[in-house]
T-cell receptor, first 114, second 114 residues
Framework: DQQVKQNSPSLSVQEGRISILNCDYTNSMFDYFLWYKKYPAEGPTFLISISSIKDKNEDGRFTVFLNKSAKHLSLHIVPSQPGDSAVYFCAASEETGGGNKLTFGTGTQLKVEL | NAGVMQNPRHLVRRRGQEARLRCSPMKGHSHVYWYRQLPEEGLKFMVYLQKENIIDESGMPKERFSAEFPKEGPSILRIQQVVRGDSAAYFC????????????FGQGTRLTVV
């Protein structure tokens, strides 16, 4: 049972354009959402997060949007740069006794082309 | 301030041997999480520990796998009598407190069972 879904395994975007990565979830108990970026042979690197009490959070070139009614979130990267090429994981957590247990999606491979 | 340190980076074990994976959290972090990434899949939660306590082990296989986070020293993920299906990347993450804070990941241990 995949509670966090990233339905696009890959995305190709031209440098300078906007990259939009999508994520859907099924568990209505999730109240905190995160995006991680991962290069091959490295651990995931935290990018940006959003609490369920917000619908938008922005940090530089990265913006995350949350639509709770649709159980959908998206990560916008603008402008996209070649160094953004990596696998992007969406993750979600719920209040579990104060822990930060994350449920991950399967990832989207982003390729930013020159 | 060093990040989350995992060792070894690569570990090769023959079937039936034991594997010990170590994780030193970031300074000041008292929450440790272990995740496993099988080939072509996302990260799957295994276990959540605080100092000397297992908080949530709902993702741990029922047999052969155990984890600890002693008062002194790193967290250890132990796999007894390894099988080929245990081959994966094992990631450790740490956070300073509960939900609402980001978990920071180590670079992972790549376990290969031959």
């Amino acid at each position: 049972d995949q509670q966090v879904k990233q339905n696009s395994p890959s995305l190709s975007v031209q440098e300078g354009r906007i990259s939009i990565l999508n994520c859907d979830y099924t568990n209505s108990m999730f109240d905190y959402f995160l995006w991680y970026k991962k290069y091959p042979a490295e651990g995931p690197t935290f990018l940006i997060s959003i609490s369920s009490i917000k619908d938008k959070n922005e940090d530089g070139r990265f913006t995350v949007f949350l639509n709770k009614s649709a159980k959908h979130l998206s990560l916008h990267i603008v402008p996209s740069q070649p160094g953004d090429s990596a696998v992007y994981f969406c993750a979600a957590s719920e209040e579990t006794g104060g822990g930060n247990k994350l449920t991950f999606g399967t990832g989207t491979q982003l390729k930013v082309e020159l | 301030n060093a990040g989350v340190m995992q060792n070894p980076r690569h570990l090769v074990r023959r079937r039936g041997q034991e594997a010990r994976l170590r994780c030193s959290p970031m300074k000041g972090h008292s929450h440790v999480y272990w995740y496993r990434q099988l080939p072509e899949e996302g990260l799957k939660f295994m276990v959540y520990l605080q100092k000397e306590n297992i908080i949530d082990e709902s993702g741990m296989p029922k047999e052969r796998f155990s984890a600890e986070f002693p008062k002194e020293g790193p967290s250890i993920l132990r796999i007894q009598q390894v099988v080929r299906g245990d081959s994966a990347a094992y990631f450790c993450a740490s956070s300073p407190q509960g939900v609402g804070t980001e978990a920071f990941f180590g670079q992972g241990t790549r376990l290969t069972v031959v």
